[in-house]
């Protein structure tokens, strides 16, 4: 058989052209897999999952709000010219240090309720007295103005922290809601058919995706860094383990709308065996969030 050049030509051509739909393909893929990644990270960041470097948290930006609080103060009585004055010295201390140990936006709002309050008052009493000590070089009534504005910001600011402790799970939260109990296979004994932590987790994210104002599992307040994970046969929620079948599950919100958004959950799970049931209450009262090893049950 005798092979004509120009056979040798398409045959090439031929084959590349076999060639481009796989490299078609395998760049569709890449696209798709990078789309899918991005994705991941921006819904894992809406949720809170993590944080990006340098950004703050719930905590850190309670944090963040005390000390501006208390820069406030220590300016003012600065102008007021009692920043020097020893009892206001000791009780701009104790401030800073309250708000240094506090642990949660919860203990924030307590040192601003508390060591602020205080200082307000240490600063108007010595601003007084520095007043009258210096012939009234600073109008009296301009001191009393700065401190009612003063302490208007300290309540609005103390009213934003309750509600960001209270969405954040640092502080108790009540209202209507739902009870989810969610149950092994009857006599199962296969992994799919025993509730584990990533069902746990589904259900949590459907919740917190429908609306839940606060949710809790086991009796554990859930946060943005709560960890639900399975040892062995164990639940640890925050470190600490939980009972099972059922595991309980509640939540703060609209009761129709939690219930409604695991139905599908609930038809998946069921192939499996296992099933949840949710009951709707008029009135549900969750914890704060405590540490997981710190906090006894």
Known sequence: MVVKPGDNGDSGKASKRQANPASLLKAVFICATILLLLDAIILARSLSLFYFPGELDEFGMAQRGGFGVAHQLKRFAKQVGALEHPEVQEVLTRLDAALGLAASPAEVARALSVEAREAQEVIAFAAGDTTGSRSRQVDGTRVKE?????????????????????VSGYAEIS??????????????????????????????????WSGAKGVEVGGRRIIAQSSIRCAGPILLVNHRPVAVNPVVIRAVGDPDALAGSLFELNHKMSADGKRLEAESLEMITLPAYTRGYDSEP
């Open 175 to 208: 209202g209507p809601g739902i009870i989810v109990y969610a149950y092994d296979a009857p006599d199962g004994f296969r992994s799919s058919e025993i509730i584990h932590d990533k069902d746990v987790r589904d259900i949590v994210n459907l919740l917190f």
């Open 146 to 166: 700065q401190i009612q504005e003063l302490q208007e910001e300290v309540r609005v600011f103390r009213e934003e922290l309750e509600k960001l402790s209270r």
